[in-house]
C-alpha cells in the first residue's frame, strides 16, 4: 500500500524561558511496509554514509513514529549549540 508524501515535526530543543527552541520537519513515504525519509520534493534522503534512511515495519508499528525516530537522529541540529544564548529562570522581584 502507498501513501502520499507525510510531515512529521520534531523538537529538537524544548522551548523555555523565553527561548523558542528548534523545531525539524521531516518528510517522508511508507511503501510496502517501508518508511523512507524524503526531502520536500520527495527525493530520498541519505545517512553520512550514503545509505538510505529508511526502515521496515515490523507488525503494530506506527509509521508516524517510525519516521519520527529517523528524522531525530539523522536530521541534525542545524544551530550550533556552544555560542547560544543562555537564557535563566526569573529569581524573583527585584
Same mark, same amino acid.
Given at each position: 500500500?502507498?501513501? !502520499?508524501? *507525510? %510531515?512529521?515535526?520534531? +523538537?529538537?530543543?524544548? !522551548?523555555?524561558?523565553?527561548?523558542?527552541?528548534? /523545531? =525539524? *520537519?521531516?518528510?517522508? &513515504?511508507?511503501?510496502?511496509?517501508? /518508511?523512507?525519509? /524524503? @526531502?520536500?520534493?520527495?527525493?530520498?534522503?541519505?545517512?553520512? &554514509?550514503? &545509505? !538510505?534512511?529508511?526502515?521496515?515495519?515490523? !507488525?503494530? =508499528? @506506527? $509509521?508516524? &513514529? /517510525?519516521?519520527?525516530?529517523? +528524522?531525530? *537522529?539523522?536530521?541534525?541540529?542545524?544551530?550550533?549549540?556552544?555560542?547560544? %544564548?543562555?537564557?535563566? $529562570?526569573?529569581?524573583?522581584?527585584?
Amino acid at each position: 500500500m502507498s501513501k !502520499p508524501l *507525510e %510531515t512529521v515535526f520534531v +523538537t529538537m530543543k524544548p !522551548p523555555r524561558y523565553g527561548d523558542l527552541g528548534v /523545531v =525539524e *520537519e521531516g518528510h517522508f &513515504k511508507t511503501v510496502d511496509d517501508v /518508511v523512507t525519509l /524524503v @526531502d520536500i520534493n520527495g527525493v530520498q534522503r541519505f545517512d553520512k &554514509k550514503g &545509505k !538510505p534512511i529508511r526502515h521496515k515495519l515490523r !507488525p503494530g =508499528e @506506527d $509509521p508516524r &513514529k /517510525v519516521a519520527y525516530r529517523l +528524522t531525530k *537522529e539523522h536530521i541534525p541540529n542545524r544551530r550550533g549549540d556552544f555560542n547560544r %544564548t543562555i537564557n535563566y $529562570p526569573p529569581i524573583g522581584k527585584f
